[in-house]
DNA sequence: CGCGAGCTTGATGCCGATCAATGCATGTGG
DNA sequence: CCACATGCATTGATCGGCATCAAGCTCGCG
């Protein structure tokens, strides 16, 4: 199911001991765009390499990462990093900011596949047909690292633990996708959003952020649509859950006051 | 989106010319329990190269991945290939007969999440973990390749064009994934129903089947857990078609009687 | 033959969509 | 600084599609 505890775990406890080249935020996801380019793209320096594709990796395949993960580049909010039709070159692991994925049908509908934080990859759809078949699209200024995808695959060729690491990757993408098909599937408006929540707010944890209060990076309708519901069924249901005493609802900003009575909500069949 | 044009296309210009152990069952999908094994399991020689695993590779290639499948194993119908929380340890191959695979959260609601048929691979969900996070059970009598994991990543280590194909196919199974969620996330009965019948067809197509009749192997209940639909929903959308003159439907037997009636209820918006 | 699993069909009700109006926050230009 | 526009969110009223409940029906099988 769209799971809120599982596979984060081991990363959780790493996180403090992190000597990152840019430090942690603690407390509200707050926007921090950065402002200064650092020297050297490392992942080997980097303070999400413990949440990113250098999962795992001895020092030594490190430094070899280094070598492939050579740039970046920045993504206002509202622009796409890649779209739809686009040739596929490179995968994309988000450093700074959020962004939503959606694909759409010939008739015009849009659904979102997805919203991704920093540590998160962006682009295995792209693999299948050398195109990309979603958007991938900036919620607030953003900064990714570019990955050439051929010199990946070299790369996965004579490191192991890479190669290992990237197919959990993407197993874990088809494994979330299979949960986003149970919540679509079978449950009621405010499971759907409950479990959102609780999705979000242990991703964010894992990031270092609070646990309990968030700000909301996408719309109410970018929320509905990744959530199969209208805006305003969100919108409604959002209101609901603060007349329950379960949160507290300030337009994006969002504070949780009864995490039980969330959790409660996605594992009771109602 | 759920694909009913992409992908397969080269696939089923090759499908004639195939050399096969096995003949191509052309016309109506009917059960064909395989009753003797075949005295050498060989992917060079399997009339489903063209659709399975090996697509795309060389003779050299061919040799050594038949080194690598070398059993098979017969599941019943109703048994299960593998469940969750078993340790994931191989991929399988579905040679002859179809599966489903479905998640199911703690409170006991399940949702399919696929229907696999011959050629296609299940257990990729199991990467992430080392142990399965769904059931694969079978619908029919069935054979699958059992494809030991830790070898076929040695394996496509050493071959570039099996791990490319291998990474197309994780890619493949992620964009079918976001094309379920349009699905359930934006259609409507109807339309998801016509998606449906459309995908299956296509692919029993790619194998050499009828486009226009087919036997469902699943139940009612089974394709609208796929659907997010009730049973007596999916039935109900199936009478509606008949009436309207696009499907002949009896039991479990289908005839589409109007493809281009069934393909402008997924191009239409309403 | 009779049982049971699966399918069909009808009647009713509810959840969430739809339509519509208002509120709130941010930004822009006079 | 205010007036206004714009994008997003909230809230209400109504409607409709699908779920739910409840019979029968069909077909395969012991």
New binding site residues.
């Given amino acids: 199911m769209f799971n809120t505890k599982s596979a984060t775990v081991a990363v959780e406890a790493n996180l403090n001991q992190l000597s990152a080249d840019q430090p942690i935020m603690r407390g509200m996801n707050t926007v921090t765009p950065i402002k200064i380019e650092p020297f050297k793209v490392a992942c080997s320096s980097c303070n999400l390499r413990e949440l990113c594709l250098p999962v795992g990796l001895s020092n030594a395949d490190l430094n070899q990462l280094d070598t492939l993960v050579a740039t970046r580049r920045n993504v206002n909010r509202g622009d796409t990093l890649f779209r739809t039709g686009d040739v596929f070159q490179s995968l994309y692991a988000v450093r700074t900011g959020f962004f939503k994925t959606c694909v759409s049908s010939e008739d015009g509908r849009d659904q979102v596949t997805g919203f991704q934080m920093a540590g998160e990859l962006l682009g295995l759809d792209g693999i299948s047909n050398d195109r990309h078949s979603c958007d991938a699209v900036a919620l607030e200024d953003s900064q990714v690292c570019v990955i050439p995808y051929g010199q990946l695959e070299d790369l996965s060729r004579e490191f192991t633990d890479l190669q290992h690491q990237f197919h959990k990757i993407m197993s874990r993408e088809i494994v979330r996708d299979h949960g986003v098909m149970l919540l679509l599937g079978s449950m009621?408006?405010?499971e759907r959003l409950a479990a959102f929540l609780l999705n979000l707010t242990q991703r964010l944890q894992a990031r270092g952020f609070s646990a309990s209060a968030l700000v909301?990076r996408m719309?109410?309708?970018e929320i509905?649509s990744y959530l199969?519901?209208?805006?305003?069924?969100?919108?409604?249901t959002?209101?609901k859950f603060q007349e329950d005493g379960i949160l507290e609802?300030?337009?994006?900003q969002i504070r949780i006051i009864d995490q039980s009575g969330l959790q409660k909500l996605v594992n009771t069949t109602c």
Same sequence: chains 1, 2.
Avoid: C, D, P
Avoid at 249 to 252: D, F, G, L, P, S
């Fill in positions: 009621r408006a405010e909301l719309t109410r309708e509905g199969g519901l209208k805006l305003e069924t969100v919108s409604r959002f209101s609802v300030k337009q994006r």
